[in-house]
């Protein structure tokens, strides 16, 4: 009697684990009816996930102490220099000298705080700025939101 009593127990939790759903069962931990005197339930304990591979990233210094800018809004949907669409949401940035396609990192030398962006147009073309990034890229690291420029230091992203 103590085992079909059990037995629907542990049927009775199932069901109500499902949440009373269209049949189907859904990252729901099953029980196991243990098989001990004391007829109690334990569960499966859920196996460890591998950890993700982390990517080493190698830094080579470009030039620091220098002045980084961001577009106007006027210039989104424009085509840049490299072909693409420029849209001020995306991490890219303008250089005068970088290849299309270099990966930098430009970090806020006030403080510290950084952005990854994509090479992907021409510019800035003054000679006292010497990297535009889009507007949700300066802000990001920005200090004081209302700035136009701030010193950085540039760093390519060696993969």
């Known amino acids: 009697m103590k085992k079909g ?21 859904k990252n729901v931990r099953i029980a196991k009816v243990a098989e001990t005197k004391s007829d109690t339930i334990e569960e499966k304990k859920p196996e460890a996930a591998p950890a993700p591979a982390v990517k080493e990233t190698k830094l080579t210094l470009y030039k620091k102490d220098v002045l980084a800018t961001y577009y106007a809004d006027k210039f989104n949907g424009r085509k840049t220099t490299s072909g693409e669409r420029f849209h001020n949401k995306k991490y890219t ?3 005068m000298k970088l290849p299309f396609g270099t990966k930098v990192r430009v970090t806020n030398e006030k403080n510290g705080k950084w952005v990854d962006v994509k090479v992907n147009d021409r510019g800035p073309y003054s000679k006292k700025l010497e990297i535009d990034l889009t507007k949700q890229a300066f802000m990001e690291i920005a200090s004081n939101k209302g700035s136009g420029t701030f010193k950085v230091k540039i760093e390519i992203i060696e993969e």
């Not at 009593?5 to 049949?23: D, E, K, M, P």
């Open 5 to 25: 009593i059990t037995l629907f127990s542990a049927i009775l939790l199932i069901f109500l684990a499902s949440g009373f759903s269209n049949g189907e069962i």
């Open 93 to 95: 940035a303008a250089h």
